[in-house]
């Protein structure tokens, strides 16, 4: 593995490509981690440069595709031209249970499919007339959301307005979501949004609702989880095991019922800390309910989240804790003994959006790999500080890096596997190198929990050790 000082040349040589203006901004996005720091040392959540490929989404992507699309009983409306929701559509594998077009509606793309005329004249009328049809073709709907594509905030149309109005007029909740792509610098600012808008559209209504809500004190929420290839049920399967009631999922096989009824619960479980930490600051402000952060991936991690989360409860919870980490013990022994003996020792490099880039690094060291560079596509601050708790010293560490940037680090620290995104995939694996897509699982998961474990160690196993590899060269060998 490269030293810190290897690593903060190869920076230096992979930026001189660059003008010196466009250099000298980069610089501050890229890091060489140094063991005992509490921070990576990079600068995030910035513009990102003209003129260089980055793979961030925009603000409508970090509401639709990420916080409001998974709730399966609404209906959101992409409200804009059609291309939006249409090149977004379903590409983040949010699994869910009912009937599509019926009770849910998750793989469905609704969009008011804006035209010249509508940027002249005005959205207004067609978006009331598309809730209208909703109302008449999809009755059992649990209410409906509209979520801003650009040309909607360019032309100033009045959604709010439509929505006060249409809400009324149908008696179910319709939410006006102003996550016009140009806000903010990336999708981060979507999620940010999107949580807003529960908090000012949602919860107020539902407080009314509560009042005949039965608790129990092992009430639960997920928050922050997707539910990408069956994530958040390979959760909710341990959380149940020791005994916790969970009573709303936000927002992967989620429904509006479970959001409404989340300000009940007794501690809100957060494992997508950047998308959702917003809402749950609120909870814990005006609900008083406490939020914790714990992590799925890998045994390691798994065990020690299922006993922090069982300390917040009394002593049967924290049995049952111990009780479900050693029935489970067997299961995982058998995955690292079939897997890491095939993959230990492997590096890898991450690159992907606000959670995983850390998250997952204990899966990969519980199956004997090692981290040796790994950035974020929209992370802030705190995600960095974050991270030092998981990654060793002179790791490689690059922000909101450039197609350009990851190529060329790649090229030199020549990890066995790359780990990123689908806009990475085809690049990488034209080069002969081992990828799998850590957005969307690579078609396949769960990756959470023990069961999703077993299913992530072979997929490593699958891509890494493919005999494909061996029939194309890269191009450094040639
Ligand atoms: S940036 Fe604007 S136009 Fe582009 S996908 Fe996002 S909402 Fe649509």
Not at 255 to 269: D, H, Q, R
Not at 337 to 358: D, H, I, S
Request: proline share 4%.
């Amino acid at each position: 593995m490269a030293t810190v000082e290897e690593n903060k040349k190869l920076i230096k040589d992979v930026l001189a490509t660059y003008p010196e203006k466009t250099a000298k901004k980069r610089e501050k996005h890229l890091n060489v981690y140094e063991e005992g720091k509490d921070d990576c040392g990079v600068k995030s959540n910035k513009q990102s440069l003209p003129g260089v490929m980055t793979t961030r989404g925009c603000a409508y992507a970090g509401s639709k595709g990420v916080v409001w699309g998974p709730i399966k009983d609404m209906i959101h409306i992409s409200h804009g031209p059609v291309g939006c929701g249409y090149y977004s559509w379903s590409g983040r594998r949010n699994y869910y249970i009912g009937t599509t077009g019926v009770d849910t509606f998750g793989t469905m793309n609704f969009t008011s499919d804006f035209q010249e005329r509508d940027i002249v004249f005005g959205g207004d009328k067609k978006l009331s007339k598309i809730i209208d049809e909703i109302e008449e073709l999809f009755p059992l709907n649990g209410g409906i959301s509209i979520q801003s594509e650009c040309p909607v905030g360019l032309i100033g149309d009045d959604i709010e307005s439509v929505a006060r109005a249409k809400s009324k007029e149908i008696g179910k909740s319709v939410v006006p979501v102003r996550c016009e792509g140009f806000r903010g610098v990336s999708q981060s600012l979507g999620h940010h949004i999107a949580n807003d808008m529960i908090r000012d559209w949602v919860f107020p209504a539902a407080d009314a609702e509560n009042a005949e809500f039965e608790g129990t004190p092992y009430d639960v929420a997920i928050i922050g989880d997707y539910n990408i290839g069956g994530d958040a049920w390979s959760s909710r399967i341990l959380l149940e095991e020791i005994g916790l009631r969970v009573v709303a999922q936000w927002s992967g096989d989620g429904t509006f019922t479970e959001m409404k009824a989340t300000p009940k619960v007794k501690l809100n479980l957060i494992h997508c800390y950047r998308s959702m930490n917003y809402i749950s600051r609120h909870m814990e402000e005006k609900y008083g309910i406490p939020w914790l952060e714990y992590n799925f991936f890998g045994p390691t991690k798994i065990a020690e989240s299922l006993r922090t989360i069982a300390e917040r409860f009394d002593e049967t919870i924290q049995a049952k804790a111990e009780e479900v980490i050693k029935k489970y013990q067997k299961q995982c022994d058998d995955v690292l003994a079939k897997y890491r003996p095939r993959l230990e020792g492997k590096t890898v490099m991450m690159m992907v959006g606000g959670l995983r880039p850390r998250h997952v690094v204990p899966a990969f060291q519980d199956l004997g790999m090692k981290m040796i560079g790994t950035g974020y596509e929209f992370a802030h601050g705190d995600d960095y500080k974050r991270t030092t708790k998981y990654v060793d010293d002179a790791t490689l560490i690059y922000d909101d890096a450039t197609a350009y940037e990851f190529e060329e680090f790649v090229k030199k620290l020549k990890p066995d596997l790359v780990a990123s995104g689908v806009k990475e995939k085809y690049v990488f694996q034209k080069m002969a190198l081992p990828f799998r897509q850590m957005h969307s699982w690579d078609y396949s998961g769960p990756y959470h929990g023990y069961d999703g474990f077993a299913i992530f160690a072979r997929d490593m196993d699958l891509a890494l050790n493919s005999p494909t590899w061996g029939l194309v060269g890269t191009p450094w060998n040639k």
